[in-house]
Each structure stands twice: as C-alpha cells, then as structure tokens.
C-alpha cells in the first residue's frame, strides 16, 4: 500500500541522471610496439563490434592527424593507443591493428569526422555503424554522443575536455578517463538504436548509409579554399580577391609549417582589412589589422611581399569575381537573374519537406541540398521519375534517397505535384502557391 511519505511531491526535482564511471578504470596508453602488439593480440581474439573513437587537436595544431585512438571491445576491454610515437602521418603504423579488426563492425559517433584521421595511420573499416547518422536518422533533435547515451542509456557522461590540446604529452590522467569514456557504452548505445531503427523500418536505409561511408577512400578536396575567408563578400574588384588569395596562401603555408592553427598566424580580418586597403607598402600594411599590435610584425615582410605581389599580377592573373565551380551559381542569385530555376527549387524544397516530415527525417538526411540545387537548376528534358532517379544516382544518392524522393521531384518538374499542407484562407485551391524562400 502507498502511503503519503512514498509519493514524491509535486515540485520534487527529476532525479539525477548518473555519472558514467569507466567498468575497467583507465587503461595504460599503447605507446611502443611491444604494447602494440599486446593489443592486437587482445583486440584479434574480442568478439562482436570494436567501438573506435579518435582525439585530434582541432584549434591548436593545422594537421587533423589522430593524436589518441580510443578502441573497445567484448573480451578485451579498452585500449588508448597514442599513435604519435609511431612516425609521421600518413603511414601504415596500426596496419595490424586494423587487420586483427577486419572482421568487426566499427561503431563510431561522426565518422564523417573520425575516418579520415583514422585512414592517415592505416585504419579503415570494412563495416560500419554510425550512431551519430543513426541518430540523424532517427530525427532526434540533438545527435550529440552525450545527449544520445544520457537519452537512451540513462548515464550523464564527462564533456569537460572536448576541446582540450590532444597533441599535448604527456596526456593527462583526466583526459584519458574522458578519452576511455566516449567509447566505454557506445557499443551498448549502437544496439538501441538499431533496434530503433528495425522498428522504425529505417534499417536498410541507415545500412546503405553506413556502407558508403565504410567505402570512401579519401576526403574531398574544396576548389579554391581561399574564398571562405571570413568577411570576403566585402572585398571589391578581382585585385581585392587576389590579395585575399595570396595572403590566404601564404597563411596556410606558415601554418602548415609550424602546425599550428591558421588564426595563430594571421586572422581573416586582417586579410580582409588587408584587401580593402591594398597597402602598396610594408609600413602602410603594418598600420592594418593585428599587424599594428604588438607581435603582430613577426610575418609582416612575407605578406607584405604577398600583398605587392598580388597588387602587380596582370589581370589575366587575376581570379575571377564568382567562384569556379562544376555546379550552379549561388540560390541567392536565382530570383532575380534565373526566375524559372528559383521556383523549380524553391518547388522542389517543398515537396521534399513535406516527405522528410511524412518519414520523420531531417530534409537534409532526405536527400542532400546540392543534390537538389543541380536538379533544379538542369533538370531532365524529360523529367520522368526513372530520369530523376538516374540524375540522384549521379550526384551520389543512396538508392533508399531515390525510392522516396524520385517519383515527387518527377512530379515537380512537370508541374504535377501539389502541397498537402492546408492552403491559406484566402488562396484556396492555388495549387503549388507561391514559396517563400525562392531567394534562400
């Protein structure tokens, strides 16, 4: 029988969710080849999925290199292997690591982020399962690895060293209990939620996605990385975008070099105030930016060299206003330079909303924005749903994207398709209507 002392009051605050503590406490760091090999040994006999996670120092050095590989498994426990002592990157280091795993599914959170400093000392897997992307899939609103396990397993893990300087040695204790951490219950977390994913008849797609990243070899590389200077819409004139370019290589060069982060250098300000004053001397240049403040002359006579360098280029040199690129201009500039591919997309961004929502999956997961953007801007001449489908399959669509989203997008471009959603009180029976987000 309940009694009134049994049940809590009204106001009574949630209980606290438990701190994750390590089962096994933490581990010593592989850090020598005797170690190695000890933990191939362990890792070759575990059984089931590894659980695999990797530290770089983003925001303190310029390579993206792994500075501490995290792995678990049933049978042998947790490893934190320090990849630093064994050569420059990339290399083929963990090789047998890598083969003692060959036959495990990876469990990673983001691989998009993991995989390619994974791939820089021989690491790849031959099957993957993301819970990040699971969790995506899901469309749970926060994907974070902290959020996930406090959601779904009932643990509240550490996150106080997320942005700490991993290529620091030696590593301490604190941040290796955080490191052994994130892999501690990400086995446990990747079965709910392909549990969750069997229910939600979402298995075949995640499988699909996971397969596609398990098979990409290298990471794409951005044309003319230079235009993401902070600020550069303010830059006039194709002089204004060399400086940009020359001091922007030039940072990236010195960065490089020392391995430290490209704002250690210079910041984007600085180019941009660089850009618009085009100083035609090193002490007009040193007047600009941090390089009037103190420390700031360490590299004044490389970019002042820069700077007249590309102040002298002939104009055939220069590089052109819009960026180079393989697909459509900016949206930005559809409505009013290209009225009739604005409307196919802003068309086609409402159907797909409309079918991410019918799927519970965020639009972006659905099918990618670029894809979208160049069937919009060239669609088929004759847009039939297989057409549209054979265009998805090009730009890298899984074929799940393409089941549910080719037959709708035919419908778009031949003028086919209407809303579900309920038309507003004084357009009924407009049809598509008019979108607002032509321009976005």
């Known amino acids: 029988m309940t009694?009134?002392?049994?049940?809590?009051?009204?106001?009574?605050?949630p209980p606290e969710v438990p701190l994750l503590q390590l089962r096994d406490g933490v581990p010593p760091v592989v850090a020598d080849a005797g170690a190695l090999d000890a933990t191939v040994a362990a890792f070759r006999a575990g059984t089931g999925p590894v659980a695999v996670d990797a530290e770089r120092a983003s925001g303190y050095r310029y390579s993206q290199r792994a500075y501490l590989i995290q792995l678990?498994?049933?049978?042998?426990?947790?490893?934190?292997?320090?990849?630093?002592?064994?050569?420059?990157?990339?290399?083929?280091?963990?090789?047998?690591?890598?083969?003692?795993?060959?036959?495990?599914?990876?469990i990673i959170h983001?691989?998009?982020?993991?995989?390619?400093?994974?791939?820089?000392?021989?690491?790849?897997?031959?099957?993957?399962?993301?819970?990040?992307?699971?969790?995506?899939?899901?469309?749970?609103?926060r994907v974070g690895l902290a959020v996930l396990v406090e959601e779904l397993l009932g643990f509240r893990m550490r996150k106080e060293h997320s942005a700490v300087d991993w290529s620091r040695r030696p590593l301490p204790e604190p941040w290796l209990?955080?490191?052994?951490?994130?892999?501690?219950?990400?086995?446990?977390?990747?079965?709910?939620?392909?549990?969750?994913?069997?229910q939600a008849g979402k298995a075949e797609w995640a499988a699909q996605e996971f397969e596609s990243w398990a098979a990409m070899t290298t990471t794409p590389v951005r044309r003319e990385p230079w235009r993401r200077v902070s600020g550069i819409h303010r830059v006039r004139g194709r002089r204004g975008l060399a400086t940009v370019r020359a001091m922007w290589q030039l940072r990236d060069t010195l960065a490089e070099s020392r391995d430290v982060t490209t704002n250690r250098i210079l910041g984007d300000a600085t180019i941009i105030d660089a850009a618009q004053a085009a100083p035609t001397s090193r002490a007009a240049l040193g007047r600009v930016g941090t390089?009037?403040?103190?420390?700031?002359?360490?590299?004044?006579?490389?970019?002042?060299?820069?700077?007249?360098?590309?102040?002298?280029?002939?104009?055939?040199?220069?590089?052109?206003?819009?960026?180079?690129?393989?697909?459509?201009?900016p949206p930005r500039t559809w409505a009013n330079r290209f009225p009739e591919a604005a409307t196919r997309l802003a068309h086609c961004r409402e159907a797909l909303h409309e079918l991410a929502q019918q799927h519970d999956l965020?639009?972006?997961?659905?099918?990618?924005?670029?894809?979208?953007?160049?069937?919009?801007?060239?669609?088929?001449?004759?847009?039939?749903?297989?057409?549209?489908a054979d265009r998805l399959l090009g730009t890298g669509a899984r074929p799940w994207q393409v089941s549910l989203t080719s037959g709708v997008l035919a419908d778009v471009l031949t003028g086919t398709w209407t809303s579900r959603r309920p038309a507003p009180a004084d357009d009924l029976g407009s049809g598509i209507g008019s979108p607002s987000d032509v321009g976005s």
């Open 291 to 329: 390089f009037a403040a103190r420390g700031g002359q360490r590299y004044l006579r490389e970019f002042s060299e820069a700077v007249s360098q590309a102040l002298a280029l002939p104009d055939g040199d220069l590089p052109t206003l819009l960026a180079a690129n393989d697909g459509p201009p």
């Open 362 to 388: 965020p639009q972006e997961n659905l099918l990618a924005p670029d894809a979208v953007r160049r069937l919009a801007w060239t669609p088929p001449e004759a847009p039939s749903s297989e057409a549209v």
């Open 110 to 141: 983001a691989a998009s982020q993991d995989l390619p400093c994974l791939r820089g000392v021989g690491m790849r897997p031959a099957r993957l399962f993301d819970t990040e992307l699971a969790g995506r899939l899901l469309n749970y609103p």
């Open 72 to 106: 678990r498994r049933a049978g042998a426990g947790t490893a934190l292997v320090d990849p630093i002592g064994f050569g420059p990157v990339p290399n083929d280091a963990l090789a047998d690591l890598d083969d003692a795993l060959s036959d495990a599914e990876w």
């Open 3 to 13: 009694t009134p002392s049994d049940v809590p009051p009204v106001d009574a605050p």
């Open 177 to 198: 209990r955080y490191a052994a951490l994130d892999v501690e219950l990400l086995i446990e977390l990747r079965d709910v939620l392909a549990d969750q994913l069997e």
